[in-house]
């Protein structure tokens, strides 16, 4: 009979992993194509619900990003959203190597196997994603923070804290 093996979709193994934030600010990023599906819109409203500082960059670009922009402008002056658009694969990676990343957060409704929260734990930055698809094969308690398929604002912004409260051991 014939042979089949598993080869699982990865990433390289990095020399650096990304920095933390020292000042206070909690950053966050995101990486996705701006549709419903990925529940931008839910995870901007999370942020009314954080009432500490925080930097939120999207990386990408997507026919809701206009919209979602409109609800971050409305945001409490404590957090700062940030919106570079579309970056090549090549951009992603040196953000993770120049620019200081705290939690990789990816709230979508449905998933793959995304190589965008691989990357992200590839330069040692924990995660908080939904429970879908393969997500839960990636992202276990040791390296990060599952939340239901239709985890609310208020509920994405409860494990935002707590993860800003757990102590550096266990980020």
């Given at each position: 009979g014939r042979r089949l093996a598993l080869s699982r979709l990865g990433v390289p193994a990095r020399s650096r992993v990304a920095r933390h934030s020292q000042d206070g600010v909690l950053r966050l990023l995101s990486c996705s194509y701006a549709v419903p599906v990925k529940r931008l819109d839910v995870l901007?409203?999370?942020?009314?619900?954080?009432?500490?500082?925080?930097?939120?960059?999207?990386?990408?670009?997507?026919?809701?990003?206009?919209?979602i922009k409109a609800t971050a402008q409305g945001l409490p002056v404590n957090v700062d959203a940030r919106f570079p658009g579309h970056l090549s694969n090549r951009e992603v990676l040196r953000y993770y190597e120049t620019e200081r990343v705290d939690l990789f957060v990816n709230v979508s409704s449905s998933e793959g196997l995304?190589?965008?929260?691989?990357?992200?734990?590839?330069?040692?930055?924990?995660?908080?994603?939904?429970?879908?698809?393969?997500?839960?094969?990636?992202?276990?308690?040791?390296?990060?923070?599952?939340?239901?398929?239709?985890?609310?604002?208020?509920?994405?912004?409860?494990?935002?804290?707590?993860?800003?409260?757990?102590?550096?051991?266990?980020?």
């Open positions: 901007a409203r999370a942020l009314e619900f954080c009432g500490f500082p925080v930097q939120w960059t999207h990386i990408g670009d997507g026919p809701m990003l206009e919209g995304p190589v965008s929260i691989m990357e992200a734990m590839s330069y040692g930055v924990p995660v908080l994603a939904t429970a879908v698809g393969g997500v839960p094969e990636l992202v276990s308690t040791d390296v990060g923070y599952l939340l239901e398929q239709d985890a609310t604002p208020q509920q994405i912004a409860g494990a935002i804290r707590r993860f800003r409260e757990a102590s550096a051991a266990q980020k």
